[in-house]
């Protein structure tokens, strides 16, 4: 029998009326089971997050730190375990899921050792008046209050930590609502948290149906600030749903990989195909399209090819690099993108094989803009090489996608690509690297359709706290 999980809320484990079965992407095996939250399971959540509020904002940086810190040596401490249900619950390679949870550690322990050097500042008046010279100003940041975070099914682990502990941090209370595909292991998570021994209502979990409790989570009145990791079209509608309140998004890329003439191609192959094919391509940062310049084209596609030949395929125990997508509707998503661009004249350099929800990596050269492949996010382990005239061709077809996420350029002319990186309407460029999420101290952002606000872990306590200045009239 397998097992059921429930939610931590208030400092004690709850069930709900009803549950939610999750099953192996890779095997079709029952995994266990979760609650299905209602929204009165919901209310009594976010009531217990707003009464845990004043004890918490109270208690200062160090003193948060410290329960922050223990949380990330529980993490390193169970790394294992919890990978291990990790990898059996999104089909990832369980050496990368240890890896994500192991990072997730350091993100928690990062993030308390960057929270303790936050500084207020005091400001002087007179700057521009003589009537203001006996002002004084003592500018600190205050927490926002409730942030509620949603976590995508691709990092369930990684991506919910790195918005939960600078929330903590900054002297949040948080509602953590992982994927449906994903809630194991957001559990798990949890119960580092739990064991941590944070006062109870200051970290609560959400658990249940996104067609029953999604939009209620998103509205409810006691939610501050809403940080949500997902798709674009959810995202949209979380920004119409917020209203006045902040949000802090990270959508969905077309991440491009412009190739210059003078660019390394061995290194340039070599990047290309770990950026578009680990996890199966499912990463919103992995390289969904190669920009090339025609004269190398036929070398890069050749080079990209043979390695893409040696991609171990089978499943996630055996830490296959292509590894079950994580349903059947990815799967038919991929291959419908696959079998229109082929329609349309691509060249398919693998036959196309598919079994069940795992589909064999596919590089595809000769695409066209007039086709879906060369704009729509497939998410799966799929390659589109594109070849252009020019590099301001490039940069055109690059710039017209709605996305707007990460790029990288390949090119030994460390100015010219300088120069491109400039004109490129995305948040990060990669120089000679793939596109990739990190390190977590750098700013993370996407423009357009792939997001708002910029996380990393500094940033991401500065956007989850606000500025408060307090003005003292001082007499000569």
Not at 77 to 96: M, N, Y
Not at 392 to 407: F, K, T
């Amino acid at each position: 029998m397998t097992e059921h999980y429930l939610n931590y809320v208030n400092g004690e484990w709850r069930d709900s009326a009803d549950a939610i079965e999750i099953f192996e992407p890779a095997t079709g095996k029952s995994l266990g089971t979760v609650p299905a939250m209602s929204h009165e399971d919901v209310d009594y959540v976010m009531n217990s997050a707003k009464k845990a509020l004043p004890a918490w904002r109270a208690l200062s940086y160090v003193e948060r730190a410290a329960y922050l810190q223990k949380a990330a040596d529980i993490l390193y401490r169970d790394a294992e375990k919890i990978g291990s249900t990790l990898s059996k619950e999104i089909a990832k390679g369980l050496k990368s899921s240890i890896g994500e949870v192991t990072r997730t550690a350091e993100i928690v322990e990062y993030t308390a050792k960057v929270g303790v050097t936050l500084d207020g500042e005091v400001m002087e008046g007179g700057n521009f008046e003589a009537a203001s010279k006996n002002k004084l100003a003592v500018v600190r940041r205050e927490p926002v209050g409730l942030v509620l975070a949603i976590s995508p099914f691709n990092y369930p682990v990684n991506l919910a930590g790195s918005k939960i502990a600078p929330a903590l941090m900054g002297g949040n209370v948080v509602a953590f609502k992982p994927p449906t595909q994903g809630s194991i292991s957001g559990l798990l998570l949890a119960k580092a948290f739990a064991e941590a021994g944070l006062p109870a209502g200051v970290f609560n979990t959400i658990t249940g149906r996104g067609r029953v409790i999604g939009d209620y989570i998103v509205e409810h009145p006691a939610v501050n600030f809403i940080n949500f990791t997902g798709s674009s079209a959810v995202g949209k509608n979380i920004g119409k749903l917020a209203g006045m309140r902040p949000i802090m998004l990270e959508l969905g890329g077309k991440d491009a990989a412009i190739v210059l003439e003078d660019a390394d191609l061995d290194l340039t192959a070599k990047n290309i195909v770990a950026g578009a094919f680990g996890y199966s391509g499912q990463r919103c940062t992995a390289v969904k399209r190669v920009l090339v310049m025609d004269s190398v084209a036929d070398e890069l596609v050749e080079k990209v090819t043979a390695l893409a030949k040696d991609l171990t395929v089978g499943i996630p125990e055996e830490d296959a690099d292509i590894t079950p997508l994580i349903d059947t509707k990815s799967a038919d998503y991929v291959q419908g993108l696959i079998e229109e661009a082929a329609e349309k004249g691509a060249k398919p350099l693998f036959d196309f094989k598919r079994e069940g929800n795992l589909i064999y990596p596919m590089v595809m050269d000769q695409v066209t803009t007039d086709m879906r492949l060369a704009w729509e996010e497939p998410f799966g382990p799929v390659l589109p090489f594109i070849r252009v005239k020019s590099a301001d061709e490039a940069v055109m077809i690059a710039n017209e996608s709605e996305y707007g996420l990460q790029s990288s350029v390949f090119s030994r002319n460390f100015e010219k690509a300088f120069a491109i990186a400039g004109k490129l309407e995305v948040g990060t460029v990669h120089i000679n690297n793939k596109t990739q999420r990190g390190p977590d101290n750098f700013p993370f952002l996407g423009v357009k359709s792939s997001g708002a606000g910029v996380q990393g872990v500094k940033y991401s306590i500065q956007a989850m706290t606000r500025v408060k200045s307090v003005v003292f009239n001082i007499e000569d």
